[in-house]
DNA sequence: TTCGATGCAAAGCCTTTGCATCCTG
DNA sequence: CAGGATGCAAAGGCTTTGCATCGAA
């Protein structure tokens, strides 16, 4: 289990794809790269901004880009918004709160890895190639479910 | 099997809640009440604007609004772009255009059911109810895989 | 030194909002 | 007739783009 650290892994796969390692491409991998909480480019900027004062939107989003392409990060629009980023390139399911559009990851165990990946031929088209099946599981977190109740 | 029509029972339904059925309304449920393409509120605009000249944007997105409010309508946000609402209130799966963002509803059948509803409650966290589950098969249309054979 | 990357600002989509006017009930 | 609904236009979020400048390799 203790092999590079994600951040590690991403950056040499960018600087293997020819990509510069400019200091807003590591500052941003290294926001990013362990972080399960979904975040938007927008919050990425947020953080990121404070320490490093010439940080811009279009950076973030060129980084982000960069890590999609090389498919070391997913965008998610399971919710109304901004698009929000995930770093976990393992096959996992989601929950997501109607309310805060929140996502949080669900690991796949071995009875789930059976019915979902199993699950996917019936009723899909022909010619249409599967490239993931997934679960989204809708409801309410915590502190929306709490704010409701008030 | 003969019930009334879906546009019907919206029409119905939103008298019911005390709405005016104006005749913008009236246009937008038409046009969206038997649509399994899953349109976005451009779509529909842009589908009624020819017929009904005053037709604007602020009205559509009201009407989708209240059929949500409703529970008549869904709105969905399975891929990047404009929301796309989904007028089938019945629970489904969804298969998803990496491409173009197309969405094709995907029927449940027995097996599915089984599956998909005792699916649930695998690592959903604790405090977090759960209101639906769904699958969401992503991969390439027909359309898409022969503009990339190209 | 070179060519890609950055920062800034403007533009582009999608959606919501404010307000005067209209029209259903 | 009254109050809700409409149309228009402007504003508001999220994301992309264009271009001059900067800096990693």
């Given at each position: 289990m203790a092999g590079p650290s994600k951040q590690t892994v991403m950056l040499a796969e960018l600087r293997k794809l020819g990509l510069k390692l400019t200091s807003q491409r590591v500052a941003v991998v290294r926001e990013i790269a362990d972080d399960c909480s979904h975040p938007t480019a927008q919050e990425l900027f947020e953080r990121l901004q404070p320490h490093m004062p010439t940080m811009s939107f279009a950076t973030v989003y060129n980084t982000l880009d960069a890590l999609v392409s090389a498919g070391l990060c997913t965008p998610r629009?399971?919710?109304?918004g901004a698009t929000r980023f995930d770093p976990n390139t393992a096959p996992h399911h989601h929950a997501v709160c109607d309310g805060c559009g929140l996502v949080i990851d669900l690991p796949i165990d071995k009875t789930d890895a059976d019915r979902s990946s199993r699950a996917r031929p019936a009723h899909v088209p022909q010619g249409f190639p599967v490239r993931t099946v997934e679960q989204v599981v809708r409801g309410s977190c915590a502190a929306c479910l709490a704010a409701k109740a008030q």
């Open positions: 629009t399971l919710s109304p």
